[in-house]
């Protein structure tokens, strides 16, 4: 079954792009969005096995964007990313179901590693081990 793609959500291009193209690099299909809209119209029309998400976009934030699109795609796989960590920001994000958050800059192995343990947990529910 092949693996759904991953999708970027950050407004800075030089971070979309990086992230794009160590992902792109460690064999992912990626797509990316500028803001939250963006996002939520990609997410509406396609199935991605994990978002990548800024908390600080133009428009909806991050935090909104992750609780809309749980709402209406709740096997999603969220990996949060900021430049600006806050516990309070941590816990909601986590509490929306995030499965991890990293702090910018971004090592591109701790990235890597955790978008492999999403995409195995979101292949792993998809083939019947967790809830539809």
Request: net charge negative.
């Given at each position: 079954?092949?693996?759904?793609?991953?999708?970027?959500?950050?407004?800075?291009?030089?971070?979309?792009e990086?992230?794009?193209?160590?992902?792109?690099?460690?064999?992912?299909?990626?797509?990316?969005?500028?803001?939250?809209?963006?996002?939520?119209?990609?997410?509406?029309?396609?199935?991605?096995?994990?978002?990548?998400?800024?908390?600080?976009?133009?428009?909806?934030?991050?935090?909104?964007?992750?609780?809309?699109?749980?709402?209406?795609?709740?096997?999603?796989?969220?990996?949060?990313?900021?430049?600006?960590?806050?516990?309070?920001?941590?816990?909601?994000?986590?509490?929306?179901?995030?499965?991890?958050?990293?702090?910018?800059?971004i090592?591109?192995d701790?990235l890597?590693?955790?978008?492999?343990?999403?995409?195995?947990?979101?292949?792993?529910?998809?083939?019947?081990?967790?809830?539809?």
């Amino acid at each position: 079954m092949p693996v759904k793609p991953i999708l970027i959500v950050d407004d800075e291009p030089i971070v979309r792009e990086s992230l794009r193209d160590w992902l792109e690099d460690a064999g992912y299909k990626v797509e990316t969005a500028e803001t939250g809209e963006q996002a939520l119209e990609l997410i509406m029309t396609r199935d991605f096995s994990v978002i990548i998400l800024d908390i600080r976009l133009p428009g909806r934030t991050g935090i909104t964007v992750l609780r809309e699109v749980k709402e209406k795609k709740p096997d999603i796989k969220a990996i949060i990313i900021t430049a600006y960590p806050s516990s309070d920001l941590t816990a909601e994000a986590m509490k929306l179901g995030a499965i991890d958050y990293l702090v910018k800059p971004i090592a591109p192995d701790d990235l890597e590693r955790l978008v492999r343990e999403a995409v195995r947990k979101s292949a792993s529910e998809n083939q019947g081990g967790g809830k539809k």
